[in-house]
């Protein structure tokens, strides 16, 4: 088989998925069709209409797009077989029925951003972070009947520093998902469509989920050790973003996001107490003070400590929850 012979059909919408269509371009492969949410409402009335950057760029790039409600509707299934694609890459997009993934003739693959069967879910580039990985990464598999449970093609591993956050390993997971992905279509070109894989039951442990994120996920337990506290805030930053409830002298609750930390050594007092010196602002976990660098307070703009101690009296009587 050939680059030639390849007729893919790509789903994908936010702009990690970008990348990746952006590198089948590049590197001529024939994608006759791109599929993507519909575009969806914003502004302050709901009224403007905003296109997916997946849409966005397919346009620029002259390729047909599909905006399906419905996976299942049975003008869209139709529509999508008439491009006759024999292959069909997904990156970033929702769970397909087995209608679309099932029908080009050398299957649907998925680019997952984690080492699968690790972190399977909507959010795994949070998860690894807020579980304090050293190591996640990127897989391809093929898509069968559950999620994120096909068998594996190829995976590539990707280091998470210590001080590292989500849009970090977002960043780079994105890049390196690209490069998997042309890495997996050349493999299946060299196998003639049929190329080896893995049942992910033969790598299986205990296996760690990555479900989606809400805004009450979000919200920081400080009776726990600072480094789980620290990892969390990293986890969640710069989007969605840690918060916690700070609570005025007199009773007065604000929510407080965080997102920059630094872990500390420094004696703990009682889980959610607030202290300063000169130049630092802390809150007491379990067992350490977490120094928080970065922060924002509703209906303010994101500062760092040093701003947000200029603007508070009385500090030592405030706490969080």
């Known amino acids: 088989m050939t680059k030639n012979e ?20 590049e590197n001529k492969y024939n994608v006759v069709a791109v599929v993507t949410q519909p575009d969806k409402p914003v502004g302050r009335h709901q009224t403007e209409m905003q296109p997916s950057p997946v849409k966005q760029y397919a346009i620029e790039h002259g390729l047909p797009v599909l905006q399906p409600e419905k996976m299942k509707d049975p003008v869209f299934v139709e529509q999508l077989r008439a491009y006759q694609a024999n292959l069909q890459v997904v990156v970033a997009f929702r769970m397909l029925p087995e209608v679309v993934w099932d029908m080009p ?29 050293t190591e996640t990464g990127v897989t391809t598999f093929f898509l069968d009947h559950n999620i994120d449970t096909g068998r594996i093609i190829l995976k590539k591993p990707f280091a998470i520093p210590d001080d590292a956050d989500v849009e970090y390993v977002y ?91 630094t872990k500390t050594l420094l004696p703990a007092t009682m889980p959610g107490h607030i202290s300063a010196d000169k130049r630092h602002l802390y809150i007491s976990c379990e067992d350490h003070l977490l120094q928080i660098d970065a922060l924002q307070l509703a209906g303010k703009k994101r500062m760092d400590a040093a701003a947000f101690l200029n603007g508070m009296k009385e500090l030592e009587k405030y706490f969080v929850k």
């Not at 919408?13 to 089948?24: D, R, Y």
Request: glycine share 8%; hydrophobic share 45%; proline share 6%.
């Open 171 to 261: 960043d780079g997971l994105m890049h390196l998902g690209a490069q998997l992905c042309l890495e997996t279509l050349e493999t299946i070109i060299a196998a003639d469509g049929h190329p080896a894989s893995t049942a992910q039951e033969e790598q299986a442990g205990v296996l760690k989920a990555a479900p989606k994120i809400f805004k009450e996920t979000c919200e920081v337990n400080w009776q726990q050790p600072v480094k789980k506290v620290y990892d969390f805030v990293r986890g969640l930053s710069p989007y969605p973003g840690a918060w916690t409830t700070l609570v005025a002298p007199d009773g007065k609750e604000t929510v407080l996001k965080l997102f920059k930390t």
């Open 105 to 133: 003739e050398y299957g649907t693959f998925n680019v997952h951003a984690a080492l699968l069967p690790q972190y399977r879910g909507a959010a795994p580039i949070n998860w690894a972070v807020i579980n304090g990985e």
């Open 6 to 25: 390849l007729r893919i059909v790509f789903m994908g919408t936010p702009e990690f998925a970008v990348e990746t269509l952006q590198k089948l371009v």
